[in-house]
Nanobody, 120 residues
Framework: QVQLVESGGGLVQPGGSLRLSCAAS????????MGWYRQAPGKQRELVAV???????NFEDSVKGRFTISRDNVNNTVYLQMNSLKPEDTAVYYC??????????????WGQGTQVTVSS
């Protein structure tokens, strides 16, 4: 129902920056809560940042002050600006769309993931 296409991953040196983009299908993008998750080798997938349709944000503690999430409702795109990158930020990053069907019922959609590698 919802397709997510990611771009912007790659290799960057510590202290560098990357901007991830996620383009979503659908006519009701402005109603979706959008988020970025990541999964490092040997670890569970974890929330990085989330941005609700109402503009509320939440960040994983280790990225606060370094990462910014934003959305462009005209172009159905969510961004993750990553600054001051550290080797521990290395992971596969996944775009997420969460759609509230009704109270207590949510649908989650995921992108294919994009690799971010921070290494000198």
């Amino acid at each position: 129902q919802v397709q997510l296409v990611e771009s912007g991953g790659g290799l960057v040196q510590p202290g560098g920056s990357l901007r991830l983009s996620c383009a979503a299908s659908g006519r009701f993008f402005s109603l979706y809560a959008m988020g970025w998750y990541r999964q490092a080798p040997g670890k569970q997938r974890e929330l990085v940042a989330v941005l609700t349709s109402g503009g509320s944000t939440n960040f994983e503690d280790s990225v606060k002050g370094r990462f910014t999430i934003s959305r462009d409702n005209v172009n159905n795109t969510v961004y993750l600006q990553m600054n001051s990158l550290k080797p521990e930020d290395t992971a596969v990053y996944y775009c997420n769309a969460r759609i509230k069907v009704r109270i207590g019922v949510l649908d989650d959609y995921w992108g294919q993931g994009t690799q971010v590698t921070v290494s000198s």
